[in-house]
């Protein structure tokens, strides 16, 4: 499907849209001459931002913990002598 996109300052794109995916850029520029650029997109994923000064989160690998295994025998109750003539009888 053909769509139109605009970017942040307005500008116009043609192209190929597919379900509800937007995706974008925009820069800006420091007072002191350094450029930021910022990409987008925007998807059933969520919105991914994407750009040299944004933090990135470290990965961490690690193994999840496991309950310990102990071995040991439960206790069982002792039996009971079985009565014929207690008072339900």
Same mark, same amino acid.
């Given at each position: 499907? *053909?769509?139109?996109?605009?970017? &942040? ?8 849209? %597919? ?5 974008? &850029? &925009? ?6 001459? *350094?450029?930021?650029? %910022?990409?987008?997109? @925007?998807?059933?994923?969520?919105? *991914? $931002?994407?750009?040299? +000064? %944004? $933090?990135? @989160?470290?990965? +961490?690998?690690?193994? %999840?913990?496991? @309950?310990?295994? +102990?071995?040991?025998?439960? $206790?069982? @109750? $002792?039996?009971?002598?079985? &009565? ?6």
């Amino acid at each position: 499907m *053909q769509g139109v996109t605009y970017d &942040s300052y307005g500008k116009e794109s043609y192209g190929e849209v %597919l379900g509800n995916t937007n995706k974008g &850029s &925009s820069y800006w520029v420091f007072p002191e001459g *350094q450029k930021f650029t %910022l990409t987008w997109t @925007a998807d059933e994923a969520g919105f *991914q $931002p994407k750009g040299d +000064h %944004l $933090p990135v @989160a470290p990965v +961490h690998e690690y193994e %999840l913990p496991v @309950a310990p295994v +102990h071995e040991y025998e439960l $206790p069982v @109750a $002792p039996a009971l002598p079985y &009565s014929r003539t207690g008072p339900g009888y």
